[in-house]
């Protein structure tokens, strides 16, 4: 990019003085790249086509003849309804206008008029958005849409757009090398640019939109690559020599065999130990899919090479949880400790003595395991599980404890290929997508208000055999915007419904930690049977004797979270259950609930849910690190993901990027995306 118009600011341009400038900063509108590289949302079509290449429903331009008197009719308050018929191609064509009574003067018969508006095609119809008396002419009307903001037109900022691009449209430097416009049939920068702004016709547009979904999912892609590279480069020199035999061992004296997907997420991480680079791989399996086993092997290899490593897990229940399941495991091959909040005077101190004195080869803990007292005697590895309950600022504390120790991050939340190689373009990322055998799916059930009672008594039929239940909820207490039950009173209600024989327990997001830990130990000992929560239960405990999951309003959860909470039961040898109570209005809702019900495989879930809900809502959160981009859609344009992907990992690897003067623009504008934005 040309640096004149990288820092020229818009004031430069004739016709935009100081109000328009401010309405043009308050869009991040400073300069003329940044004016240029204001693309449009959308387009009004304005072409003529000829009757029979209409679509059904799609916004269409059609040219006739006024063959008939105009009909007006009047409803509502000053609303109105003006129909007239048109000969179009010897076909009469209804073309109706609202709110327009005052053509009824102004349309004589055999008046020539172009219209544009949704096309009917069963009752030969248009319902007109625009109109012009007269012929269409030649000239194309693929009119720009632009986002606005304030006061600004689409024909004010259609004006200065149209300006910017004939006084420095020229200035705009190709960044990409010539064989990919030829390999991909790319236009060059200079041309695309001006076909996105105002494109002649639709297949213009179609090549200007090609070359910027790949050009902006290129260099995307660059960036993470280049970060990636950064960050190996950062750690070198941290490669370890495991005992091969000795995890052969401890794989072999496993309770039960590895399924082909944990054998090679095992082999990927083993690869990743030995490597002179540090170690920034994302571990993701469904629940249930045995990641723990993972992490207790590449914990024990680390182990194996005489470095200390660290598991860290967001609750105490869950530190517990995985400290007794490994203790079994480790037991005749290593001391493990667990550190958490809960430790207290003596018993705390002789902990944090056995960690740095290296007399503790494993270390399980919360976010104590990161606070000034602890010190490792030589930390090499370190596990965070569900990462994304961590801040970065936890995540880095953990890590400075050791000497950039190989970091190994876990989730259970099933993210789909297009996101992945995108929010963590940066990582390599291991996936566990295959159940250990013998594991009973969970049956899943649609069920609506009506049935509620039956619903209740099954949950107490399976309470009587010993088994427990969790009973979900959206809300923490009443909210005047969403007519939904909250979980409070679901609390009340089913303490009454249950009484006296069942004892019923209730958690929130607004409880503190303690009470949490509280609540959660109670359901795990059984003393409480049916456990009202807030979706804060969908990561955290293993109590395999839950067997029923019941979700209140199940419609407003994504497909992603119903996944994740029906994961809490099933953990058990029991057939568990869950029940999706659910009255869902339109027709994602429904699909949300048929799905749920026919899969128990969270990666096609999730797959399913990326297309329903798009990729800003898939985690739910706003801090997903996921780009914006202004023409590409990560679901939509996947293949062009894939091999942005694949070009930016070669010029990358063989330096091509680097080495090369055809590249010398691309790497001038990675770099200065990369600049300032090396984050953990």
Known sequence: MSVLIKTLPVSELNGIGSKLEQELNDMGIYSVEDLLFHFPFRYDFRELKPLKDLQHNETATIEGKVASEPSLSFYGRKKSRLVVMLKVEEV??????????????????????????????????????????????????????????????????????????????????????????????????????????????????????????????????????????????????????????????????????????????????????????????????DVGSGKTVVAAISLYAAVTAGKQGALMVPTEILAEQHYESLQDLFKGYCNIVMLTGSAKGKARQDIIEKIKNHEADIVIGTHALIQDPVQFSDLGFVIVDEQHRFGVEQRRALREKGLDPDVLFMTAT??????????????????????????????????????????????????????????????????DKLDIQNAVDLFHQLQEYFSPDVKVGLMHGRLNADEKEKVMKQFAANEVQILVSTTVVEVGVNVPNATVMLIYDAERFGLAQLHQLRGRVGRGDAQSYCILLADPKGDTGKERMRIMTETNNGFELSEHDLKLRGPGDFFGKKQSGLPEFKVADIVQDYKALEVARQDAQDMIRTNTLFNNDEYHELLKMTEEEVNEQIYD
């Open 92 to 285: 009469a064509v209804k073309a109706v206008f609202f709110n327009r009574h005052f053509l009824k003067n102004q349309l004589n018969i055999d008046d020539t008029l172009t219209v544009t508006g949704k096309w009917d095609a069963h009752r030969l119809q248009i319902t007109v958005t625009h109109y012009q008396k007269g012929r269409a002419g030649k000239k194309s009307s693929i009119q720009p849409v632009y986002p606005l903001k304030g006061k600004l037109t689409n024909r004010t900022m259609r004006k200065i757009v149209t300006n910017a691009l004939r006084t420095y449209g020229k200035k705009v430097n190709e960044i990409l090398p010539d064989h990919f416009l030829s390999k991909y049939k790319l236009p060059e920068r200079k041309e695309a640019l001006k076909s996105i702004h105002f494109p002649g016709n639709r297949i213009h547009l179609k090549h200007a939109r090609r070359r910027f979904i790949y050009e902006e999912l290129l260099l995307f892609q660059l960036k993470m690559q280049l970060l990636r590279k950064m960050k190996r480069e950062a750690g070198k020199g941290n490669g370890k020599v495991v005992d091969e035999e000795k995890i052969d061992v401890f794989i072999q004296g496993l309770p039960f065999p590895l399924t082909g997907a944990q054998k090679r997420s095992v082999d990927e991480i083993l690869h990743d130990l030995r490597s002179p680079y540090r170690m920034n791989r994302l571990l993701q399996g």
């Open 414 to 479: 099933p993210i789909p290929r297009t996101l992945a190689i995108t929010a963590f373009g940066d990582m390599d990322v291991s996936v566990i997508d295959e159940m250990p055998k013998g594991r009973k799916p969970v049956k899943t059930y649609w069920v609506k208000d009506h049935m509620l009672d039956r619903v209740l008594q099954f949950i107490l039929d399976e309470i009587k055999k010993g088994h427990q239940a969790y009973v979900i909820s959206p809300l923490i207490e009443e909210s």
